[in-house]
């Protein structure tokens, strides 16, 4: 059965590092483009980053570029975000996703396995 785990999330003072894990299981993450989302209550679901399986081209939301990195580790079957001088608004809940088509997409509903979540909360 295909599935996604996410760790590393917590408690970070603002200017804080943290970075996330997503290991799959199931399936190889090297062969999908892989995204990171965010949500808060209240608000929709939106990308942060994502990395693309064929050339492992990188997207980035405005809100993170130059602070958060998005990599892989394909002997670990493992996607990384690196999160960098966090802010209090990055307090969310981040949830990895596998795109099942070919290409990156930017789009929630173009994904198609989802983890869990990890919380991630950014103390001011």
């Known amino acids: 059965q295909a599935q996604l785990a996410e760790s590393g999330g917590g ?12 290991r799959g299981s199931g399936f190889t993450l090297e062969y999908n483009t892989i995204g990171w989302f965010r949500q808060t209550p209240g608000k929709e679901r939106e ?13 980035y ?3 993170v570029k130059g602070r958060f990195t998005i990599s892989r580790d394909n ?3 493992t996607v990384y975000l690196q999160m960098n001088s966090l802010k209090p608004e990055d307090t969310a809940v981040y ?12 789009r929630a509903a173009s994904y198609d396995y989802w983890g869990q979540g990890t919380q ?5």
């Open 120 to 124: 991630v909360t950014v103390s001011s």
């Open 61 to 63: 939301a405005d809100s």
């Open 95 to 106: 949830t990895c996703a596998v795109r099942g088509a070919f290409g990156p997409s930017i």
């Open 75 to 77: 002997a670990k079957n």
């Open 47 to 59: 990308v942060v980053a994502c990395i693309s399986s064929s050339d492992s081209s990188t997207y």
């Open 11 to 22: 408690l970070v003072q603002s200017g804080g590092s943290l970075r996330l894990s997503c």
